[in-house]
C-alpha cells in the first residue's frame, strides 16, 4: 500500500472524509479534496492520529461518535461474536478496519445476504408491474426483508448478527448517495426524477466507487452489479430509497435521541428542506445522523426497522411519476457527445464515463453516427428518432405533375458511351457532319457541351458529356439528362472494361441504349461477336431474340450512321417523350465558364417550358437575365424550347455543371433562389468538412474491435469515374477491413487531396489524372501512397490484393522527365509531331508518355518517335528542344504536358 485516497483512508478508519481532510489541513498536508491521494507517510499520520481517535479517546470521537463506532462493527459478524462491549467492538472495528474488505466477506454472512437479496428480489417484482426497467426503482419494498428477519428473530443477539448483512448495504450506500443527491439537486433542481439525472449519480459511482462497490456486502450487489440498463436502474433504485433514507435521517436521530418514540409522520416533509440544502457540510452531518440512526436501529432492533416502512412508501407517487416519463429525443445522423448529452439533458462526462466503463475510449466532441447514439441513449433509458433532414434545395426544385394535356413531343436527348477509342468522337463527328452536309446551310458546328442534328425531318439533341458525367454529374439534382445511350463497341475489340462500366451507368440511370457496332469497315470486325459478348451484360440484340437494338455502323466511312438515326427516333417515339413548352423554362447546366469579355457563359439543356431572352433564372448560385441565348450553330435565338441546349449570357457567377436551372418570375425570386443555395451550400460543406474530421476518430475503430480501415481518397477525370471507382471500392469491404472513401473529386490529385489522405493515413487513387507539382512532393514528404491507374479494374485488383496482402508490385514506374509542348506539325504519313522542350530529366527513345492537359491524362503510350531536328535520336535532355510523335495519337495541343517514364523492376 504506497498510496492511498483521502476517502478511502476515510473509510478505512471509519471516519468522514471530511475529518481526515480537516486533520491534514490543519497538519499542513496539502490535499485538494477527498479523492486526493496521500503518501503512505501522511496516511501514517492520519492513521495514527484518527485511528486512535476511533478507539473513543478523541474529544471530537466522544463528542459525535462513540456510537457509531458501535455500529459500525455490528455488521462485521465476526466482532458481534467476540461480544458486544464498546470496547472490544471499537478493538475489533479497528483491526477489521486495518484488514479492510476481506473481513466483511467471511463468516457466513453472504449466504444470508443473498438470502435476504433473494427475498427482496421477490419482494421487489411485486409492486412494480408496469414497467420492468423500473423494478428496482422502487426500493421501499426491499426494505422488507430487512426488516423481516430482524422483527422475527427471537434472539436480539441473532437478529443483531443477521442484520448487518442487511444493514451494512443501506449504510455503506447511503454515505453515496447522500452526495450524489446533493450535487444532482444542485445541478438540475427539480430534474431529480429524471433517469439520465440518476444515472449521473449511477456514473460517479461507476467512476469513483469501484473500491467500494467490492466491498459492498452481497446483499448490497445483488442485481445491481449486472451490467447494463437492470444494473443501473437498480442502483437508480437505490439512489431513491438512499435519498429517502436521506429525508428520513433527522427524523430517525430524533427517534434515536427519545428512543420510545416512534418516527414521526412527517417524515416527508423534513425531507424536502433537507435535500435542498444538503451541500457540503450536511452531507457529513448526515453521515452522523445515519450513524446515530443505525445505533437506534441497533438497540432498538426490530422495531426502529418497522418504523421505517410507512415511509418508505410514501414517495411511491413520485417514482410512477418517472416510469412515464420515457425521454425521446430527435438525433441527427451525426452529432458529438456533447450534442447527444445536451439533448439527453446530461452532462456529457456522464456518457464519456460510461464508454469509458464499457471499454471505448472518447471524448465529448467525438463525432457518432445515429446508431451509436441510439445505443448509448437506450443505456440511459432514452429513445431516439433519426432527424428528417429537409433538403431545402430539393424543395426548392420540387416540381408538381404536369398537366398531360398540355405535354407536347420533344426531341430526344442522347449522350454517347463506350471504351477508350471505340470511336465515339468520330461517330458523333459522323453524326453532325452528316447533318452539316444533309443540313440548314452554313451551321459549323459550335463547341457548346451539346448539339441538335436533324433526321427525317425530326431533331435530336445530342450531348457531347462523356457518358459517365451525364449519368452522375447531370443527375446531381435527380434530374435525367438523357433519354438515350448509344453505347459505342468496337467491332473489332469487343466489349472491354468501359464498356462494362458504360452498360452499368446506363442502367443504373434507367436510360434506354441503343448499341453502335463500330468501325465495321475494318477487316478484322466481328458484329456478331461484339453482340455475343453483351448478351452477358443482358443487351440482346432483335435478331436474337432480344430486345436491344444493334445498329453496326463506321465512323469512317458514314455507313449505318443513318440507320443509327432512325433507330433513336424510332426509340424516341416508343419512349413517347413529351414536355410543356408553354411554362417557365427549367433545365440543366450542361456547361459553365467565365468567358473573358462575355462574363458567365453557361450551355444549358431546356427540359421543360421555352426560355426567353429577357427571363430571370437561376442555376444553382448563380441568377440573372438571360442577356443573349446562341444555339450549337452560333446563331442567336430568342428562345429555346424543349431538349434544345442554348448558350445563354447574363448570369452574374459560374454554376455548376449538373445545376438545375429555373427560370422565375422575377429578378428578384431569382436572386432569392440562389441565396438560398449559396446558405445551403455553406451548411452543407460544413456538414462535409464535420464528417471528414471525423473519418479518423478512434471511436469507430475502438468499437469495431480490431475491424481496420483502408481509407481512400479517389480523384478521377469525369466524375463518372469517381462514382465508379467509389461504388466498386466500397464493396470490397470484408470482414477485416473497412474500405472508406474519405473523398471523392474531379480533377488533378492536389495539394489538399494529399493533406486530407495523409491526415486520415489513406491512400490516394488517381484515375486518369496526375498529381501537381506541389501534390507530389508533400506525398513524397509525408509519405502519402498515390496510385494511378488508366483502368478502373486495375485500380479495384490492386487494392483487393493490397487488401489480402497480396500485393507484390514487381514493376514501379519511374519517372524520366517532363517536357512540354511548344508548337504541332502535321506532317503526312507520321501525323503530329509536337515540337517540345524538355524541362527536366531525360527523354528517351523507347520510353513511354503520358500526355495531360489540365491535369487529366489525355493519352498515355509509347513515343513513337523523337528527334532533335530531322534526325532520329536516342535521348534529350532536358534544356533541349525535341519532336515528338506518339503511338496512334494525334491530337496533342500547345501547351500539353509530356511525361516520360520507364517501368523499372523493383526488387523485392
Ligand atoms: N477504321 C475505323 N476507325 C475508326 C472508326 N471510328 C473511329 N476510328 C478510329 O479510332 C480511333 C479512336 O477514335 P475516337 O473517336 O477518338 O474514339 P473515342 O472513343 O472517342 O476515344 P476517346 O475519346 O479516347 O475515348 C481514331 O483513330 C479513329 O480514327 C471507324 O468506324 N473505322
Known amino acids: ?132 426497467a423500473e423494478k428496482p426503482v422502487v426500493e421501499k419494498p426491499a426494505e422488507k426483508p430487512v426488516e423481516k428477519p430482524i422483527e422475527k428473530a427471537a434472539a436480539p443477539k441473532r437478529a443483531e448478527a443477521q442484520r448487518p448483512a442487511a444493514e451494512k448495504r443501506p449504510e455503506r450506500e447511503d454515505r453515496r448517495p447522500a452526495r450524489e443527491d446533493d450535487r444532482r439537486q444542485n445541478r438540475s433542481g427539480e430534474r431529480r ?105 441497533m438497540i432498538k432492533g426490530g422495531k426502529k426497522k418497522n418504523d421505517q416502512k410507512p415511509q ?24 458529438t457527445i456533447k450534442e447527444l448529452a445536451d439533448k439527453m439533458k446530461i452532462v456529457p462526462s456522464v456518457i464519456v464515463k460510461k464508454l469509458f466503463m464499457q471499454g471505448k475510449i472518447v471524448t465529448v466532441n467525438q463525432e457518432i453516427d445515429y446508431e451509436t447514439a441510439e445505443e448509448i441513449a437506450l443505456e440511459f433509458d432514452v429513445l431516439c428518432e433519426k432527424e428528417e433532414v429537409v433538403d431545402v434545395i430539393e424543395e426548392l426544385l420540387k416540381e408538381e405533375e404536369e398537366d398531360e394535356k398540355k405535354m407536347k413531343k420533344r426531341p430526344p436527348v442522347v449522350c454517347v458511351m463506350g471504351h477508350v477509342d471505340h470511336g465515339k468522337t468520330s461517330l458523333l463527328d459522323a453524326i453532325r457532319h452528316t447533318n452539316v452536309i444533309v443540313g440548314e446551310a452554313g451551321g459549323i458546328t459550335q463547341h457548346i457541351g451539346a448539339s441538335v442534328v436533324e433526321a427525317n425531318g425530326e431533331k435530336i439533341t445530342f450531348l457531347d458529356t462523356p ?87 463506321s465512323a469512317k466511312t458514314g455507313e449505318g ?51 426567353r431572352v429577357g ?56 436572386r432569392n433562389f440562389a441565396e438560398t443555395f449559396i446558405s445551403q451550400g455553406k451548411v452543407k460543406l460544413l456538414e462535409e468538412t464535420k464528417s471528414k474530421l471525423s473519418l479518423d476518430d478512434l471511436f469507430t475503430q475502438i468499437q469495431e474491435g480490431n475491424l481496420k480501415e483502408l481509407g481512400i481518397v479517389v480523384k478521377a477525370d469525369v466524375q463518372g469515374s469517381v462514382e465508379a471507382m467509389k461504388q ?22 492536389n495539394e489538399s487531396d494529399v493533406s486530407l489522405a495523409s491526415a486520415s493515413n489513406a491512400i490516394i487513387i488517381g484515375f486518369n489524372v496526375r498529381p501537381d507539382a506541389t501534390a507530389k512532393e508533400t506525398a513524397d514528404r509525408e509519405g502519402v501512397d498515390i496510385r494511378l491507374y488508366r483502368v478502373i479494374y486495375s485500380a479495384i485488383e490492386d487494392v483487393e490484393a493490397a487488401m489480402k496482402g497480396m500485393l507484390d508490385p514487381v514493376f514501379e514506374e519511374k519517372v524520366l522527365g517532363h517536357a512540354e509542348v511548344r508548337q504541332t506539325f502535321k506532317a503526312s504519313g507520321v501525323g503530329t509531331i509536337a515540337g517540345s522542350y524538355v524541362q527536366d530529366g531525360t527523354f528517351e527513345r523507347d ?33 533541349y528542344e525535341c519532336g515528338f510523335v506518339f503511338a496512334n495519337f494525334n491530337d496533342v495541343k500547345e501547351g500539353d504536358l509530356v511525361e516520360a517514364f520507364k517501368m523499372v523492376e523493383i526488387p523485392r
Open 1 to 132: 500500500m504506497s498510496k492511498i485516497k483521502v476517502y478511502e483512508l476515510a473509510k478505512e478508519l471509519d471516519v468522514p472524509s471530511k475529518d481526515v481532510l480537516e486533520f491534514l489541513g490543519s497538519n499542513n498536508i496539502e490535499v485538494k479534496n477527498h479523492m486526493s491521494t496521500l503518501e503512505e507517510a501522511d496516511a501514517k499520520k492520519v492513521r495514527a492520529a484518527m485511528g486512535g481517535a476511533s478507539k473513543g479517546d478523541d474529544e471530537k470521537e466522544a463528542k459525535e461518535a462513540p456510537k457509531k463506532k458501535n455500529i459500525v462493527h455490528v455488521f462485521r459478524p465476526q466482532n458481534t461474536q467476540n461480544g458486544n462491549k464498546p470496547g472490544r467492538r471499537t478493538g475489533g472495528n479497528r483491526q477489521s478496519a486495518q484488514q479492510g474488505r476481506p473481513m466483511q466477506v467471511n463468516n457466513g454472512r453472504p449466504s444470508k445476504a443473498a438470502a435476504l437479496a433473494k427475498e427482496e428480489k421477490e419482494v421487489v417484482k411485486r409492486p412494480i408491474t408496469e414497467k420492468p
Open 193 to 297: 426524477s429524471e433517469r439520465p439525472q440518476e444515472n449521473k449519480g449511477d456514473d460517479r459511482r461507476q467512476g469513483r466507487g469501484g473500491d467500494r462497490r467490492s466491498d459492498r456486502p452481497q446483499g448490497a450487489r445483488g442485481e445491481g452489479r449486472n451490467e447494463g440498463r437492470r444494473g443501473s436502474d437498480r442502483r437508480d433504485g437505490r439512489d431513491n430509497r438512499d435519498n429517502r433514507r436521506n429525508g428520513d435521517r433527522p427524523d430517525n436521530r430524533r427517534g434515536s435521541d427519545r428512543r420510545d418514540n416512534k418516527i414521526p409522520a412527517p417524515a416527508l416533509e423534513g425531507q424536502k428542506p433537507q435535500r435542498s440544502k444538503g451541500k457540503g457540510k450536511d452531507e457529513y452531518k448526515k453521515k452522523d445522523y445515519r450513524r446515530e440512526e443505525e445505533e437506534g436501529t
Open 312 to 335: 418508505m412508501q410514501k414517495p411511491q407517487p413520485k417514482e410512477q411519476k418517472q416510469e412515464e416519463e420515457i425521454k425521446s429525443i430527435i438525433v441527427p445522423e451525426v452529432l
Open 467 to 553: 457518358g459517365h458525367e451525364a449519368f452522375t454529374a447531370m443527375r446531381l439534382r435527380g434530374a435525367q439528362s438523357t433519354d438515350i445511350a448509344i453505347l459505342v463497341v468496337a467491332a473489332d475489340d469487343g466489349v472491354m472494361p468501359q464498356t462494362v462500366e458504360a452498360i452499368n451507368h446506363a442502367k443504373a440511370a434507367g436510360v434506354e441504349i441503343i448499341v453502335a457496332v463500330n468501325k465495321i469497315d475494318k477487316p478484322s470486325a466481328n458484329v456478331e461477336r461484339v453482340k455475343q459478348e453483351l448478351t452477358e451484360y443482358e443487351l440482346i440484340s432483335e435478331d436474337w431474340g432480344g430486345s436491344t437494338i444493334f445498329v453496326p455502323v
Open 561 to 611: 450512321i443513318e440507320d443509327l438515326m432512325e433507330m433513336i427516333l424510332l426509340t424516341a417515339e416508343v419512349l413517347e417523350l413529351k414536355a410543356n413548352p408553354n411554362r417557365r423554362a427549367r433545365g440543366l447546366v450542361l456547361e459553365a465558364q467565365l468567358d473573358k469579355g462575355r462574363g458567365s457563359v453557361a450551355t444549358v439543356l431546356v427540359q421543360k417550358g421555352t426560355l
Open 615 to 670: 427571363d430571370a433564372i437561376a442555376a444553382g448560385s448563380a441568377h440573372g437575365k438571360v442577356r443573349a441565348m446562341m444555339d450549337d450553330k452560333g446563331r442567336r435565338v430568342k428562345e429555346a424550347g424543349p431538349s434544345m441546349p442554348v448558350e445563354i449570357l447574363g448570369l452574374n457567377d459560374v454554376p455548376n455543371a449538373g445545376e438545375v436551372f429555373v427560370g422565375c418570375a422575377n429578378d428578384k425570386e431569382a
Open 728 to 749: 466498386s471500392l466500397l464493396k470490397l469491404s470484408n470482414e477485416e477491413v473497412v474500405v472508406k472513401i474519405i473523398h471523392g473529386g474531379v480533377g488533378a490529385i
Open 847 to 879: 520510353c513511354s508518355v503520358r500526355i495531360t492537359r489540365d491535369g487529366i491524362v489525355i493519352f498515355e503510350g509509347p513515343l513513337a518517335s523523337l528527334k532533335r531536328f530531322k534526325d532520329d535520336v536516342k535521348e534529350v535532355r532536358a534544356g
